[in-house]
């Protein structure tokens, strides 16, 4: 099983929205700056959807671990939107939880794909 991210360009973008979303959290955490929270938590869903996206793309069978861990992803993230409309802690905690379970799949097709 392939999973790599595809090209290089794209590779390079999420690794920069990666390292751009920690520098801006980093801020809003040290500064307690409202806008820079939201702007991290758009972030946030941005870097989910996009690696979900991607993930989707690679997926071998309609039901693959990958495929599960695209859709948390991309569910997670859209719900990282709606923490920004809502202010929502259990949305929060839900959207948290969907990208976890994204990741934990992820890393689960790793795995199996030794």
């Known amino acids: ?14 690794t920069g929205l990666i390292v751009g979303y920690f520098a801006v959290l980093a801020y809003a955490t040290i500064a307690n700056d409202p806008l820079a929270a939201t702007l991290a938590e758009v972030g946030f869903g941005s870097i989910a959807i996009a690696v979900g996206t991607m993930l989707y793309g690679h997926r071998s069978a309609a039901r693959s671990a ?5 859709g948390c992803l991309i569910a997670g ?12 802690v259990a949305v ?3 959207s948290s939880l969907l990208v976890f379970l ?3 799949c992820y890393g689960s097709a790793v795995w199996r794909s030794r």
Do not use: P, Y
């Open 1 to 14: 099983m392939e999973l790599t991210a595809g090209s290089t360009a794209r590779s390079r973008a999420i």
């Open 66 to 70: 990958l495929t599960v861990a695209a």
């Open 77 to 88: 993230g859209v719900s990282a939107f709606a923490v920004v409309l809502t202010r929502s």
């Open 92 to 94: 929060n905690a839900l």
């Open 102 to 104: 994204g990741i934990a």
